[in-house]
Antibody, heavy 118, light 109 residues
Framework: QVQLVQSGGEVKRPGSSVKLSCKAS????????VGWVRQAPGQGLEWMGG????????TSAQKFQGRVTFTADVATSTAYLVVSSLRSDDTGVYYC???????????WGQGTVVTVSA | QSALTQEASVSGTVGQKVTLSCTGN????????VGWYQQISHGAPKTVMF??SLPSGIPDRFSGSKSGTTASLTISGLQPEDEADYYC???????????FGSGTKVTVL
């Protein structure tokens, strides 16, 4: 059974960076693709991007371009998201989600709470 | 503002059939399969439908359809545990992104 397990919550100062992880179990990373979705407090789901072959060379949604970096470690089946120049409106829950070959977002991580506060 | 339009709320009694809609355009829903995501009490989303296929473990009272640029999720025989927020989503390759609706809150009366 495929599971995505995300890293723990983070509290960051404005202007700093945060690195989030998403480890897959039950499948080798080379056989699946991971995207990232953010949910601000009281708001809906927002696509951030990921290393998605069907979107290459674009990796991130326009809103996040220049501030987010997506990487992957195939050896450990772990995907990473770095968000830099953090602002208070980056506060929210960050989810990783598997994208299957048909383009379905089928398996979600449990989410990581990121709080940006001075 | 979300790329896809959903009703803010839908309600029904136990056993009733409810239908949620999701409207987009030819660049997103009109061209690509639609997913539906259930979020209970602000927990992690769960995929309950992709195109017209049920993921493993999802009850068959959930069904999905699409006509043109509008997709629908139907819950036939509403249950108390179905009370949740439901988001639709699909790819929009003109934006190089996955786009979501604003979500529909389903209340079981």
């Amino acid at each position: 059974q495929v599971q995505l397990v995300q890293s723990g919550g983070e509290v960051k100062r404005p202007g700093s960076s945060v690195k989030l992880s998403c480890k897959a179990s039950g499948v080798t990373y080379s056989t699946h693709v991971v995207g990232w979705v953010r949910q601000a407090p009281g708001q809906g789901l927002e696509w951030m991007g990921g290393l998605i072959p069907i979107l290459e060379p674009v990796t991130s949604a326009q809103k996040f371009q220049g501030r987010v970096t997506f990487t992957a470690d195939v050896a450990t089946s772990t995907a990473y998201l770095v968000v830099s120049s953090l602002r208070s409106d980056d506060t929210g829950v960050y989810y990783c989600v598997r994208v299957d070959p048909a383009g379905a977002l089928d398996i979600w991580g449990q989410g990581t709470v990121v709080t940006v506060s001075a | 503002q979300s790329a896809l339009t959903q009703e803010a709320s839908v309600s029904g009694t136990v056993g009733q059939k409810v239908t949620l809609s999701c409207t987009g355009n030819n660049n997103n829903i009109g061209s690509n399969p639609v997913g539906w995501y259930q979020q209970i009490s602000h927990g992690a989303p769960k995929t309950v439908m992709f195109a017209d296929s049920l993921p493993s473990g999802i009850p068959d009272r959930f069904s999905g359809s699409k006509s043109g640029t509008t997709a629908s999720l139907t819950i036939s025989g509403l249950q108390p545990e179905d009370e949740a927020d439901y988001y639709c989503g699909t790819w929009d390759y003109t934006l190089s992104a996955y786009v979501f609706g604003s979500g529909t809150k389903v209340t079981v009366l």
